[in-house]
């Protein structure tokens, strides 16, 4: 699976839009970009994926740059609880094991 | 729709003891994913496992670590000998067959060995 680059953190205002980029410059065509994220001391939480169209979901929408090299993730209104490690992962097919990088802390200031 | 289970929540062993983690996946989920997180680190994968089938123990640690999924009930790891260094947070994940699904993470257990 491809390897992907992620700020270490990031600090976002409460009810602002919170971006959170990734690179993913040696992804593969049948390579999918996977969110998730990481609450304090929880079980990580799967966002949303995507292959090459933007997604959009009740969490989060994804962008995906045209060449697939580099994804963001938006929250449109980022709250306190979004604080969390946001995890960009891609990922080649199915049974393939998920392999988590360090990710970006994003902290949500009211 | 129950989610992933994992028991149980917090475990302690004294060194040199057994730990057995117990994972239940969702309801129709046959693929499940065992991963730990030492302190202040990142989720590193174990095992993963389909029913009665190991598919990849490339992340296991070749000695005291064991998982298995049988045919009835639920996913267990198995560490013998408990040392200090596998206090850590183990979580389990699901997932269907066939087409890719996002994982469903449990809640986790911590281990602490003292």
């Known amino acids: 699976d491809a390897k992907t680059t992620q700020p270490t953190s990031m600090d976002c205002a409460e009810g602002r839009a919170a971006n959170l980029p990734c690179n993913h410059s040696?992804?593969?065509?049948?390579?999918?970009v996977y969110w998730y994220r990481q609450i304090h001391s929880q079980g990580p939480q799967y966002i949303i994926h995507g292959l090459k169209n933007n997604e959009t979901n009740e969490m989060a929408s994804l962008i995906i740059t045209e060449d697939r090299k580099s994804s963001t993730l938006i929250l449109p209104h980022a709250t306190l609880r979004d604080t969390a490690v946001y995890y960009c992962i891609v990922h080649r097919e199915y049974g393939n094991k998920l392999v988590f990088g360090a990710g970006t802390i994003l902290r949500v200031k009211s | 729709n129950a989610g992933v289970m994992q028991n149980p929540r917090h475990l302690v062993r004294r060194r040199g003891q057994e730990a057995r983690l117990r994972c239940s996946p969702m309801k129709g989920h046959s693929h499940v994913y065992w991963y730990r997180q030492l302190p202040e680190e990142g989720l590193k994968f174990m095992v993963y496992l389909q029913k009665e089938n190991i598919i990849d123990e490339s992340g296991m640690p070749k000695e005291r670590f064991s998982a298995e999924f049988p045919k009835e009930g639920p996913s267990i790891l198995r560490i013998q000998q408990v040392v200090r260094g596998d206090s850590a947070a183990y979580f389990c994940a699901s997932s269907p067959g066939g087409e890719y699904y996002g994982y469903t993470f449990g809640s986790g257990t911590r281990l602490t060995v003292v």
């Open positions: 040696t992804i593969s065509g049948n390579e999918y």
